[in-house]
C-alpha cells in the first residue's frame, strides 16, 4: 500500500487544484492511502531567519502547525502537489510553506527524494508568469524526486477537466508518479543538471538556471536551443550529499556570525534610528 500525500496550495473548496490533484491520485496503478493537506487550513508563520530549526533540537520557535507538515511529508512515500497561479505566480501559501525551508534542511534523512508530481493551475492559457518554476522550486526545496511537473489551464472552479485533454493529463501524471522521469524532449529543452524550464540571460550567450541556480550557456544546434550548464561546487539539492553539505554549510553560518558579530553590530546599529516604522492598529 502506498502512502500518497496531496498538497493543495488553494483556498478555494473544492477547486481545480482539488480535483486535479485527486485525479492523479485516482490514476497512480497501486493500492494507495491518500491523505489531502490544504495549505490554508494551517497556521504558518513567516521564518524569522533565526536559523534556530538547524541547532540542538531541530525545532522551529514558532509555535504554529509547520510540524504538522513536517510529519505528513515524513509519512508519505509520495507527493502530489497542486497550485494557483495568482498574479503571475504560484500563490503565497506555496511560498510560505517553501521559506519554511530551513525546517526542512534538519530532517533530510526523513524527506529525501520522495517521487513528487508538480501541478500549476492558471486561469488564462499562457498567463501563468513564473508559476512552473515556483513549483519546482517547491519540489526540489521539499527534497523531493521531480518526476514531474506541468502547467493545466481552467479558471472557474471545476473547469479544469471542461477539458478533456486535462484528463488526459491527469491520467498520465498519476502513471508518471512511482516511474523513473522522463528523457527531456528535445522541443522542450531544460536545465540538463536539474531540468528547469527557466532561465536568466546573462549577457552574450551566458545563462543562469533560475531553479539550481547555476551559469552555462544556451547555442543553437540546428535551430534547437542547447544548454550547456556547469555545478557550482554548491548545490543545493541536485544529490542528497549536497542537501547535507548544504545543511552543514547552513549550521556553519553560526561559527561566522559569531567571528563577525561585533563588525555586524556595528554595520546595522548605524541605521537602527532611522524613520518611524507604522505598526498595524488593534482591529476594533
Ligand atoms: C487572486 C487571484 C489571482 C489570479 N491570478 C491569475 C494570473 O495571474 N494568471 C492566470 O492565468 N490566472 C490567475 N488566476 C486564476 C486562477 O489561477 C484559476 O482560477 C485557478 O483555477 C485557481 O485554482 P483553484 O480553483 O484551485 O483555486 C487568479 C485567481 C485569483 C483568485
Redesign the pocket.
Known sequence: MKKILGI?G?P?KP????IMLKAVARNVPEELELRLLRLADFDLRPCKGCYRCLFKEKRCILKDDIYQIIDALAWADAIILAV?????GANAMLKLLLDRGLCFYGHIEKLWGKPSIGIG????AG???STLLGIERFQRVMLADVKRALMVY??L?G??FMNPENRDTAAALGRALFQPAPAPAPEEPDCPLCGSHTFRFLGGNQVRCMLCSNDGTIDLAAGTPVFTIAGSGHDLFLKEDDALEHENWLVGMKERYLANKEALKKITKAYRKDGTWIKPEPQA
Open positions: 493543495s488553494s478555494r477547486g481545480n487544484c482539488e494557483p497561479t495568482y498574479f503571475l493551475i492558471a486561469g488564462i498567463k501563468e508568469g481552467g479558471a472552479p473547469e479544469v
